[in-house]
């Protein structure tokens, strides 16, 4: 199984500001989101990723999203699963779970620490990022920093409507 790590970011690398909200990032960019996640019939995200987009906006949410699998990664072994949701306390518990459904592709989808550890277990096979055009100075970052690094080969560009620019990548694994 692939897993593919798809991140909105700022041209600074920023996915949300410190508070959490996203609300400088266009409404487009959901809705090709819920497109790729209808496809690959899955999401899988970190528990803050989780709590901040549920509790803050009532029409881009995790519940509307049309897949079968969505997945909330989490340490805290009291964590209630919300109805269809399925809780996992680690990545690889995520890869397992969704190759037992007969998942071709994991779709990542962040946030920032969660990005990590997948990264640097090695876990993560091609990367997009679409660049939107809006700077905020600080914020949470697309990777929270981490020991790792990963050669990746570019496979291409493309530019979406909003001056946005989509960038895609494989990652070397054998390097
Ligand atoms: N722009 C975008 O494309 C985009 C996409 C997604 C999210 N976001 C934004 O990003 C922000 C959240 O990102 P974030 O980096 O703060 O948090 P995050 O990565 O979404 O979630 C972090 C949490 O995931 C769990 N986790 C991480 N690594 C784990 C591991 N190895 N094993 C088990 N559980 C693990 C932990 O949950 P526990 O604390 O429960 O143990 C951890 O606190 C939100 O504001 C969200 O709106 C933006």
Redesign the pocket.
């Known amino acids: 199984m692939k897993v593919l790590l798809d991140?909105?970011?700022s041209p600074n690398g920023y996915?949300?500001r410190e508070d959490?909200s996203?609300d400088w990032?266009p409404d487009e960019g959901w809705d090709e989101f819920v497109d790729l996640a209808k496809e690959l019939n899955n999401i899988v995200?970190?528990?803050?990723?989780y709590t901040?987009?549920t509790n803050r906006y009532e029409e881009y949410n995790f519940d509307n999203v049309p897949c079968e699998y969505k997945l909330i990664?989490?340490?805290?072994r009291d964590?209630q699963a919300p109805d269809r949701y399925v809780v996992v306390?680690?990545?690889e518990e995520a890869i397992k779970y969704l190759q037992v459904q007969g998942v071709e592709t994991a779709f990542l989808?962040?946030?920032?620490?969660?990005?990590s550890?997948f990264i640097k277990k090695g876990l993560v096979d091609q990367l997009q990022l679409t660049v939107n055009p809006y700077l905020i100075g600080k914020g949470?970052p697309f990777l929270?920093p981490d020991d790792f690094e990963m050669p990746l080969t570019f496979v291409e560009s493309s530019e979406l409507p909003g001056g946005r620019a989509k960038l895609k990548y494989i990652v070397q694994k054998d390097k």
Do not use: D, W
Not at 73 to 76: A, E, I, K, L, S
């Open positions: 991140m909105v970011i996915i949300a959490g996203e990032l995200m970190g528990r803050e990723t901040q987009v990664v989490t340490r805290n964590f306390h680690s990545p989808i962040g946030g920032g620490k969660l990005n550890e949470r929270a």
